[in-house]
């Protein structure tokens, strides 16, 4: 069982950046691989970034490919996501997510565990 806490959420003027947090409770971190989606109001949630646990192999969206970075600390327990360059666009609850089962990382359904999300809001 895995708990995930995300953090690091706010308001940001356009062209801004945040840093997301995700700290993960339970063993065995390093073996999971971890993704973060988000979700607009009125919208499905889709896919921003992912990181495999044995290569560190990243994967992103594309209209965030460039703007984006997913990192982990397997020592800290803790996934990041670095934003930069925020939009409008970019508006959304970002949400920590986890696995073990290796496939597409892509796809939301292959998570099992899921954090409670944080709030980005970028003003133009």
């Known amino acids: 069982q895995v708990q995930l806490v995300e953090s690091g959420g706010g308001l940001v003027q356009a062209g801004g950046s945040l840093k997301l947090s995700c700290v993960a409770s339970?063993?065995?971190?390093?073996?999971?691989?971890m993704g973060w989606f988000r979700q607009a109001p009125g919208k499905e949630r889709q896919f921003v970034a992912a990181?495999?646990?044995?290569?560190?192999?990243?994967f992103y969206e594309d209209s965030v490919t460039g703007r984006f970075t997913i990192s982990r600390d397997n020592a800290k327990n803790t996934v990041y996501l670095q934003m930069t360059s925020l939009n409008p666009e970019d508006t959304a609850v970002y949400f920590c997510?986890?696995?073990?089962?290796?496939?597409?990382?892509?796809?939301?359904?292959?998570?099992?565990?899921w954090g409670q999300g944080t709030q980005v809001t970028v003003s133009s």
């Open positions: 997510a986890a696995t073990v089962r290796d496939g597409n990382l892509i796809n939301l359904r292959q998570y099992d565990y």
């Open positions: 339970g063993r065995a971190f390093s073996s999971y691989h």
């Open positions: 990181v495999t646990w044995r290569s560190g192999r990243t």
